[in-house]
């Protein structure tokens, strides 16, 4: 199944993303390492607005968002990152752990240019304990298969078991829009720089939509030139390590 045969409602398995348990085991490793040499999983909630989950419930650790690299990451999860980045059309990647009895409420993305991805790594129960739901559909997880679906409508999650839900997320951009990769992956940085600037000087809900434009255009073409050099130097220099 290709992307362009997803509809926008669509929660779909795809086998053609499934894993070995080989695979899963391996990334499990990756994290239980990372937890022993003390490091932690970031909590969603730390500085964010809307708050979409009970404090701390919700963890992420991300390789790449819109391809925006985040090295240290990626270094931590070798074999991990290896298997992400050779998806073909992938602009974010990383690792979502939901702790028993959380919930993560309704929400959307602003975005219709990509498929989101869900792998199982590690599920505690299946559906309705552990599920999905995307419009008016509901899913469980699996481990070692993978869903998609479109996170431009309003989704949400939950995990009413006693253990940690752990997966791998992932976006890939819709084939139509493959060809303008950067400019899309640009623009949306550029969108999140203007938003965290306005916030944090006190003006994100009061500055009016038309004196946002301009640094919207400045961020977003700071993005559009250090997206590529920073792809570059990553691949070149550090490229043994993942």
Known sequence: MSTKELTDSDIEYL????????????IKDEIEKFIKNGNQFENFDAGTS???????????????N???????????????WSILKSIPGIV????LILEPDAEIFPHCSESNV???????????????????????LEKGWENGKC?????????????????????????????EYRNKTLWYCSNYLGALSVRAVFT???LGKVAPEWSLKPFFWLFSFIWFVFL??????????????V
């Open 15 to 26: 086998s053609k993303f499934n894993t070995e348990e080989e695979i899963e085991n391996e």
């Open 50 to 64: 809307p708050v979409l989950s009970r404090a701390h419930s919700w963890k992420k650790v991300y390789f790449m």
């Open 66 to 80: 819109m391809l925006w690299l985040q090295s240290s990451n990626c270094y931590n999860f070798p074999k991990t």
């Open 92 to 95: 974010m990647g990383g690792i």
């Open 114 to 136: 990509n498929i989101r991805f869900h792998l199982g790594i590690d599920i505690p129960a299946p559906y309705p304990i552990c599920g999905i739901k995307v419009d008016k």
């Open 147 to 175: 869903i998609a679906f479109s996170d431009c409508h309003l989704h949400t999650v939950w995990n009413r078991s006693g253990k940690n839900r752990t997966i791998i997320v992932f976006d890939i951009l819709k084939d």
């Open 200 to 202: 944090r000087i006190g």
């Open 228 to 241: 590529p050099i920073q792809n570059r130097v990553f691949n070149a220099f550090w490229k043994d390590k």
